[in-house]
């Protein structure tokens, strides 16, 4: 009933394990062998530049003229016969004013015609004043030669001399002016006699005595 154990033929075989190991091992080897070899990754130096290619942007579209057959309407007015709105306005403005009275003004003479014209009274123009200059007052006429200087007798030298004399309101000689003289003693003659004795008609102004100016002229002539 029982078989001898050691004579089986399926028991274990070191041989074909051995084998076994080895085709394993030389399948793995070959494996490793057959791998890609991976390199050590280096950057670059510069700065990494990517480029992208460039599409232009499509043209714009064309921009239509405008038809000049299209015209802007213009915004009707409103209706001639439509009512105006009436917009209320406030009547109370809360203070008064009161304007200044104007001054009171003689009136000036104006005179309605009833014609549609006005007529003006206008003062007649005022005539121009008369003047009078001074005259020689006759009661006095032989007064007015001066002394004859000794000194231009001596020399037997004749002169002449124009003064200007400023009469006062009472005929009087009030003050001298030298216009010319032949030599300063005949000048001298003539300004003493003038305001001791020189007597005139004062002037007038409308038949009012004022002061005035007069030219007055006299003559040096020796007599044998």
Do not use: C
Request: charged fraction near 20%; avoid cysteine; proline fraction near 17%.
């Amino acid at each position: 009933m029982y078989a001898d154990r050691p004579n089986r033929t399926g028991g274990f075989n070191p041989g074909s394990l051995g084998i076994a190991l080895l085709v394993n091992g030389a399948v793995i080897g070959a494996l490793f062998f057959a791998a890609p070899r991976l390199l050590p990754f280096t950057p670059p130096d510069g700065p990494l530049i990517t480029y992208v290619p460039y599409t232009p942007p499509p043209p714009p579209e064309p921009v239509r003229p405008a038809d000049p057959l299209i015209r802007q309407q213009p915004r009707p007015g409103p209706r001639p016969d439509a009512p105006v709105p009436q917009v209320p306005t406030p009547t109370d403005t809360g203070f008064v004013v009161t304007p200044d009275p104007l001054p009171l003004t003689p009136p000036i003479g104006v005179e309605g015609t009833g014609t549609g014209t006005v007529a003006v009274a206008v003062d007649p123009p005022k005539p121009t004043p008369v003047f009078v200059q001074p005259g020689i007052d006759p009661r006095y006429a032989a007064d007015f030669q001066p002394s004859y200087p000794s000194e231009e007798r001596r020399a037997e030298r004749e002169g002449r001399v124009v003064v200007r004399v400023l009469v006062g309101i009472d005929g009087r000689v009030k003050q001298v002016e030298r216009v010319s003289a032949t030599t300063d003693a005949f000048y001298r003659a003539t300004l003493d006699r003038a305001l001791a004795k020189w007597r005139f008609k004062p002037a007038t102004r409308d038949g009012v005595p004022v002061e005035a100016w007069r030219s007055m002229a006299l003559t040096f002539v020796l007599q044998n």
